[in-house]
């Protein structure tokens, strides 16, 4: 929920999952199907990435998502910060889910001068 609002949102959430109440139910979709139902929210990539990462998941993990980060980032669609906050919400894993903002306030806390996206580790 980027530039979405949560009243926006629960109605599609709501009919999504009564459509494909599983990891496995959507992956039998397809592209049309899921951009009908995605329709409103914009985005399409987001729609697409969902479709590509469920068929993922049913074909090389048993249908089963990973717990840890490392194993999320294999999943089509998912990168570093939604793979830290899948295994952080929904596995209680000690993973930190760091994005610009976070950086940011950090990097002014710490007073690290500079542009932080172009500091280097």
Partial sequence: LQQTQVATVIPYFLKWIEKWPSVSALAAADQEEVNAMWAG???YRRARQLLDGAKFVVSHLNGQLPSNPKDLLRIPGIGPYTSAAIS???FSAPAA????NVIRVLSRLRTIEGDPAKLSN
């Fill in 41 to 43: 929210l914009g985005y």
């Fill in 88 to 90: 952080s919400i929904v």
């Fill in 97 to 100: 889910a760091v994005d610009g």
